[in-house]
């Protein structure tokens, strides 16, 4: 969690550089003139002693600390520091889990112990503990800036309209992305409702855009869905799917997916094929890497509704996602396979696969390339296309080097359906050619090729 500065003592002289102004401080005047704490120092306010220094180091976020502060021996910050007598210091608990064990030597320096006592260092312990308490008053002032900026601009959004509008979103969106605790207000005082209010058949694609981006980083409840999942919000939505920034498109699918989760979620709601043309150019724009998963991941979510996936094969999908595969990562390309694989349970789905003249060569080529999963779905897809017609499929498969990457999974150590599946699929490509023919066709070489 914290990384040690690189900031040090200074070869003994007792000084201390604590990061932060570059100032290399006495420890003894450090304390004493209260720069970083003393008997009554406070911040803010409020008496540092008060304070638990466990809480303030873990609610603090991830920080630079002096490095004279760690424990060599656990790496995070000390909170009960004690000295050895070979003048190091470490982390009490550690250190006397370290004797315990029977080790009589100093962890750092390994020289053997004359004393094994331990002596508390109270002047780094209230060093440590004024120099969390300055750090830990800090964040906690800039979280109320920030929940008071968020409040601020929820009570704008109430009253503004046009171009204020829209700025008043764009700034609570830049602070909801930068601030988690922005985040809680918003929704402790209504947010989702009164930003969800600005959707609908009159909304600018401005304001839209913004709204929606915030949104997709908010946690909605079943009641803020409900309301979002409103013809007019969900046609607006739609509208800047097909018609904006690359930006505004992903965010789009990702709040059209937030929504897919809810219970009250119904298919026809995301049938429209408006909805699926602006997914599909979506995923087929290879200028935005981010776009196309986005798209895949939904494309993908929307294949789980059987009553969608015959809209998806009449869109075109299949051959676009086929002449995709050679450009996609292995993570869109685990999408786009599962997406072929479930519409080639369908009659028209199948048609289309074996209509498209790369679908075997370019799903031949990722068995047994990419994951087992990928593996899985690539076999499925070979078996409904070969399937549907043998003769002329199951020849181009193995012209495509099928037969030798089915011997690659028989003698893999895949899971026994795939062992079955492409034995029964390696049968049934045998069947247009002689015994000594196919197994030429067999070798592995082809494979490595």
């Known amino acids: 969690m914290y990384q040690p500065s690189s900031r040090r003592r200074d070869g003994g002289d007792g000084k201390l550089d604590l990061g932060g102004g570059g100032k290399v401080l006495d420890l003894e005047t450090a304390v004493k003139d209260g720069i970083l704490g003393g008997d009554a120092a406070s911040f803010g306010g409020v008496i540092t002693d008060k304070l638990d220094l466990k809480k303030m180091v873990a609610e603090l976020e991830p920080i630079d600390v002096p490095s004279v502060f760690i424990c060599p021996i656990s790496l995070e910050p000390m909170q009960d520091p004690v000295t050895l007598c070979t ?54 002032k800039r979280s109320e800036d920030v929940q008071g900026r968020s409040v601020e601009l929820l009570e704008t959004l109430k009253k503004v309209k046009g171009q204020a509008r829209v700025q008043a979103l764009k700034d609570l969106r830049q602070v909801i992305v930068a601030h988690a605790s922005a985040k809680k207000t918003v929704v402790d005082n209504n947010g989702i409702a009164l930003v969800s209010s ?94 196309v998963f986005a798209g895949l991941s939904l494309l993908k979510t929307v294949c789980s509704h059987e009553s969608i996936r015959m809209s998806v094969v009449s869109i075109g999908a299949v051959p676009e996602l086929v002449e995709l595969l050679p450009s996609l990562n292995n993570e869109c390309l685990e999408l786009a396979l599962y997406v072929l694989e479930v519409l080639s349970t369908l009659p028209e789905g199948r048609l289309a696969l074996k209509g498209c003249p790369n679908t075997i060569p370019n799903v031949v080529r990722l068995m047994m390339k990419v994951s087992e999963s990928c593996t899985q779905f690539a076999l499925s897809i070979l078996w409904a296309v070969c399937k549907l017609a043998p003769e002329e499929c199951a020849a181009l498969a193995v012209e495509a080097g099928l037969a030798a990457k089915l011997l690659l999974v028989i003698q893999s150590g895949c899971n026994p359906v795939m062992k079955q599946q492409s034995a029964e699929l390696l049968k049934l490509c045998s069947l247009n050619y002689t015994a000594t023919i196919f197994i030429s066709k067999c070798k592995l070489t082809r494979t490595i090729q």
Not at 241 to 265: A, P, Q, Y
């Open 87 to 140: 003048g190091q210091t470490y982390e009490r608990s550690n250190i006397l889990k370290w004797l315990s064990l029977g080790h009589f030597t100093c962890p750092t320096t390994m020289q053997d112990l004359w004393d094994d006592s331990v002596t508390p260092n109270t002047t780094l312990h209230q060093l440590i503990y004024s120099w969390f308490a300055q750090k830990y008053f800090a964040m906690k």
């Open 198 to 291: 600005l959707l609908g058949h009159f909304t600018s694609h401005a304001v839209g855009s913004e709204a929606i981006g915030i949104l997709v980083n908010l946690d909605l409840d079943s009641q803020s869905k409900a309301n979002l999942i409103q013809p007019a919000k969900v046609s607006l939505t739609v509208d800047m799917l097909n018609e904006g920034s690359i930006e505004t498109k992903i965010n789009c699918t990702k709040l059209i997916e937030m929504l897919m989760v809810g219970k009250d979620f119904r298919s026809e709601i995301v049938s429209s094929l408006s909805l699926l043309m602006g997914l599909l150019r979506l995923v087929k724009d290879k200028r935005h890497p981010n776009g």
